[in-house]
C-alpha cells in the first residue's frame, strides 16, 4: 500500500521508522520487538525496490540505521535482501545493493567480509553497467 503511494509520502513513513523501532524496543522490549521488525522489514525491503531512486537511497539509510538495532535474524534478513539486490536484473537495484554493502560491512567482522562482501562487490565492480561499476568505486 505504501508503494502505492506518492514518493513524498513513502519517504516521510520511511523517516518514521528508526525513531518508531527505537520507541517501541524502549516500551515494548520482548513484544514489540518482533512485531516492530515483522512490519517495518518487509516495507523497507519493497522500499529497496521502488522505481523512484530518491525512495532507494533514503531507504539504503534506514537499513544504515536500523541495523545497530536488529537482531541477528533481521541482520540475516539484510544480508539476503542485499544479494538478491547484488543479482537483480535491474541496474539500479544493483547499484542499491553495492550501497548496502558499504553500510553493512562495519559490522560483518573479518570472515563475513571476506566471504560475502568483497566477492559480491568484486563481481559488481565488474558488472556490464557503468552506474554499477562507477557506484562500487
Known amino acids: 500500500m505504501l508503494a502505492a503511494g506518492p514518493p513524498e509520502l513513502q519517504a516521510v513513513t520511511l523517516q518514521q521508522f528508526v525513531p518508531l ?23 523497507v525491503e519493497q522500499s529497496l525496490y521502488s522505481d523512484v531512486e530518491q525512495i532507494r537511497s533514503l ?19 539484510i544480508m539476503a535482501i542485499t544479494l538478491g ?17 558499504n553500510e553493512l560491512a562495519p559490522d560483518m567482522g573479518q570472515e563475513l567480509c571476506e566471504a560475502f562482501i568483497v566477492p559480491e562487490v568484486k563481481s559488481l565492480g565488474m558488472d556490464a553497467e557503468v552506474g554499477v561499476r562507477v557506484r562500487v568505486v
Open 59 to 77: 531507504a539504503v539509510t534506514i537499513v544504515a540505521q536500523l541495523r545497530t538495532m536488529v537482531q541477528e535474524t533481521e541482520k540475516e534478513q
Open 21 to 43: 523501532f527505537q520507541m517501541i524496543i524502549e516500551q515494548y522490549p520482548v513484544d514489540g520487538y518482533k512485531k516492530c521488525a515483522d512490519t517495518i522489514m518487509p516495507i
Open 85 to 101: 539486490l547484488a543479482h537483480d536484473e535491474s541496474p539500479a537495484h544493483r547499484e542499491v545493493a553495492v550501497s548496502l554493502l
